[in-house]
């Protein structure tokens, strides 16, 4: 790119229609708040937004589900353009979100010490670590668990020590076969007072094929951040543009703090131009252009206009940008769908699956992923055939989410 990567866009516009299709006034709102985190909505913009809103307590519990109480509330709260009762229930959720990152904060010192005198190399990714180095505020972002990816040699060591630490698997976690080849790429365990969850990842991705940065590679580029006076390993910070676009997308922009996140890191032209040509490299140009395309549409973020550009003309960034609105549509987008609806099957095997296919458009992960598709652990895990109809489990894969509660 070079040169020709200057000239910024500022406001939202251009090929795909109105930036924000069909949403309600009160996911308007969340998404002015989200603009106004960033630092790409004017007092006007913010006021025309809160006009709108219909349903405060809806809008609120829209801030919550997307992340933004660390990020958007203070804010908001100065703009003083919320009722009253609204501003006392958003302040009372902000010192909610304060008491819980401290106790995260507790746990992954507690966790970092456990790994370190044990010896295993470990790598904290997203939540507190990220909020330290995008923010320099542990409770800036609005985190719900603790990531932290191991050296997979090591996976059982570290899932002792959480053991010791008084961390248990949670009661819906499928069960995993010894005899898998390619188990869960996180396992899952929640303290058995205080609720924390904790992920113990061994890759980034479920098909390494999507993200294929292995343990190694993150080790000798990590950086480290000081987390209750102590220093801890992080992701590089060249690396997160790509993995928090991968996170966020598959996951449809369920939270639009993954979107902020990336704003503060895609701020320069420079930072487009490296990050382009990383993602070109791992077949994942047609993926970056879509997050240009969401910065620029739903958070008015500046944007090179090349970038936009490009990205209009590519059918893959154009069907990324229809498939995540599927994720803000409906009357209840601002709540988790329930493990067993029928929403949460929808959202997860048609426009999580579309998404996945269409962030990486290339025979070869189409191959991996169609083979994984096919032939989940999750199904192995739930419903075990004998040996010799091993063959079978790609019949019944389209089934594996009902047979998975129905025998819960």
Not at 4 to 9: E, I, K, N, T, V
Not at 198 to 209: G, K, M, S, T, Y
Not at 221 to 237: C, D, H, L, W, Y
Not at 356 to 376: C, I, V
């Amino acid at each position: 790119m070079g040169a020709g990567m200057s000239g910024f866009a500022v406001g939202p516009g251009g090929d795909d229609g109105a930036p924000l299709p069909d949403f309600s006034p009160e996911l308007r709102f969340v998404f002015a708040a989200a603009r106004l985190a960033s630092g790409g909505v004017a007092s006007a913009q913010l006021d025309r937004a809160a006009a709108q809103v219909g349903d405060w307590d809806i809008a609120q519990r829209g801030l919550v589900h997307h992340g933004l109480i660390g990020l958007a509330v203070p804010a908001l709260l100065r703009a003083g353009v919320m009722p009253v009762a609204t501003c006392a229930a958003l302040e009372a959720a902000r010192r909610a979100h304060v008491v819980g990152a401290m106790q995260r904060l507790h746990e992954l010192v507690r966790i970092a010490r456990a790994l370190e005198a044990a010896g295993i190399r470990y790598v904290f990714i997203k939540g507190i670590a990220l909020s330290i180095q995008l923010y320099g505020d542990p409770i800036a972002r609005g985190g719900r668990d603790i990531d932290v990816l191991v050296e997979r040699e090591r996976t059982r060591d570290a899932e002792a020590i959480l053991r010791d630490l008084g961390y248990v698997p949670p009661i819906n976690a499928a069960s995993v076969r010894p005899d898998e080849d390619t188990p869960p790429k996180e396992s899952g365990w929640v303290h058995g007072e205080s609720r924390i969850l904790v992920e113990l990842h061994d890759r980034l991705c479920e098909n390494p094929a999507l993200l294929p940065w292995d343990f190694e590679a993150l080790w000798a580029e990590r950086e480290t951040v000081t987390i209750a006076g102590m220093a801890v390993p992080a992701m590089a910070r060249r690396r997160l543009p790509i993995y928090l676009a991968v996170h966020g997308i598959r996951h449809g922009w369920q939270r639009l703090m993954w979107l902020a996140d990336l704003a503060v890191l895609l701020d320069s032209d420079a930072a487009w131009e490296e990050t382009l040509a990383t993602a070109a490299k791992e077949g994942l140009e047609g993926m970056m252009l879509h997050v240009g395309w969401a910065l620029h549409h739903w958070l008015a973020r500046p944007v090179p206009t090349p970038v936009l550009a490009r990205g209009a003309r590519r059918i893959d960034v154009r069907l990324l940008n229809r498939l995540v609105v599927q994720f803000h549509d409906g009357p209840q987008w601002y709540e988790a769908r329930p493990r067993s609806s029928l929403r949460r099957f929808i959202a997860g095997s048609v426009w999580s699956r579309s998404i996945t296919y269409a962030m990486k458009p290339t025979r070869h992960f189409w191959g991996r992923q169609l083979a994984w598709d096919l032939s989940s652990p999750q199904d192995r895990a739930a419903f075990a055939l004998p040996g010799g109809l091993g063959w079978m489990y790609p019949l019944i894969r389209p089934f594996g989410w009902a047979i998975r509660r129905l025998r819960a």
